[in-house]
């Protein structure tokens, strides 16, 4: 397991696991809806950055019309996974985001 409080983006693996990540929102995709075993929800794509680099950040349901480019957002029990090559953060059904600002 990581050490949730020095975590950085640079650090990030898909073997990355239960993660909290303090970053910036530099872009935000367009919302899709998405059906999924457990019934339709919104899901989009955001790049956030910290000092060491950018990732994806994947977003799902309510939080997907809360999050905005510029905001800070700190992420807690998400994991790391691999899409078409590239790392992006996942918050999952149990992990948590929140906006700073």
Not at 15 to 32: D, L, M, P, W, Y
Not at 67 to 95: A, D, H, P
């Amino acid at each position: 397991m990581l050490d949730l409080e020095k975590t950085k983006i640079i650090h990030l693996s898909t073997a990355s696991k239960n993660v909290e990540i303090t970053g910036e929102v530099r872009q935000i995709g367009n919302i899709r809806d998405v059906s999924t075993r457990y019934g339709p929800s919104k899901v989009v794509d955001a790049i956030i950055e910290d000092e060491t680099g950018e990732i994806t950040l994947v977003v799902w349901g309510d939080l997907t019309e809360k999050i905005k480019e510029g905001s800070k957002v700190k992420v807690t029990k998400s994991y790391v996974s691999e899409w078409n090559g590239k790392l992006q953060l996942n918050v999952g059904r149990f992990g948590k985001l929140l906006i700073i600002n």
